[in-house]
């Protein structure tokens, strides 16, 4: 007997028991994209479904662009972790998570097979349509754990995500090899940089010193919207592309 699930994308039924309830009045307004990180699939997805692993996610997607769902949307699954966005700390409670098959950083880190991603745009797009899900709550993992976690790394492609109309994204600025600020400076541009990350959503304190949270937070936008050099060292590409994304952002 075939099993309905929540999304108009072609997948099947995997259920994992890792889940909970929601809480009450609580939006479903952030998609969250993850790498498992794991040697193979088949290692991922047991422990996405292992009770005492106690982590899973919504849906988990192969190499070949087979979509399992794990957990039903209305549930809350246990992807995010210790984590914050725009000043939510609660971030399963108001997330759908996407697993995305790969080694990652460990484990011999490439790039996403093309049906795989073709799979992870479809897939997005109909939760982002049913859910109203805003371009720039499309988030990675490292964006709201930038000091615990890297994916799904710099090699995901948020351009062809947004090209199917999914995700907040812009051709970042040139690198010219400007040196603006890194760890251990301070001053009034320390403070305007921590300023412009907090106000994108980023988890920085506007001090005015480039401390170690700052350090993760540059390093997180670099590595989902200026991915070709990833280094937590704030450069004049680094500024100007945060600017243009925050200039694309609706005025409050």
Not at 53 to 73: M, R
């Amino acid at each position: 007997m075939s099993v309905a699930t929540d999304t108009g994308v072609k997948a099947r039924v995997h259920p994992s028991p890792n889940h909970d309830e929601r809480p009450d009045g609580a939006p479903i307004d952030m998609l969250i994209l993850h790498y498992t990180g794991m040697k193979t699939a088949e290692a991922a997805l047991q422990r996405l479904c292992d009770p005492a692993a106690k982590v899973s996610a919504h849906y988990f997607v192969h190499e070949d662009g087979q979509i399992l769902q794990c957990v039903p949307e209305a549930r809350r699954a246990w992807h995010a972790g210790k984590s914050f966005w725009k000043g939510e700390r609660d971030i399963n409670s108001r997330s759908i998570g996407i697993e995305i098959v790969s080694p990652g950083h460990e484990f011999g880190y490439r790039d996403f097979p093309d049906a795989q991603i073709e799979a992870v745009c479809a897939l997005a797009r109909d939760i982002c349509g049913r859910h109203r899900i805003l371009p720039w709550m499309v988030l990675a993992h490292s964006d709201i754990a930038p000091q615990r976690k890297q994916d799904p790394g710099e090699r995901f492609p948020w351009s062809q995500l947004a090209a199917a109309g999914v995700g907040h994204y812009l051709e970042p600025q040139p690198i010219v090899g400007n040196l603006f600020m890194q760890e251990g400076d301070r001053g009034q541009p320390v403070e305007a940089i921590q300023s412009m990350l907090a106000l994108y959503g980023y988890e920085v304190e506007v001090s005015g010193y480039f401390d170690g949270l700052t350090r993760f937070a540059v390093t997180a936008f670099q590595r989902h919207f200026r991915p070709e050099r990833v280094d937590g060292i704030v450069d004049q590409s680094t500024v100007e592309t945060l600017h243009k994304l925050l200039s694309g952002l609706p005025k409050l």
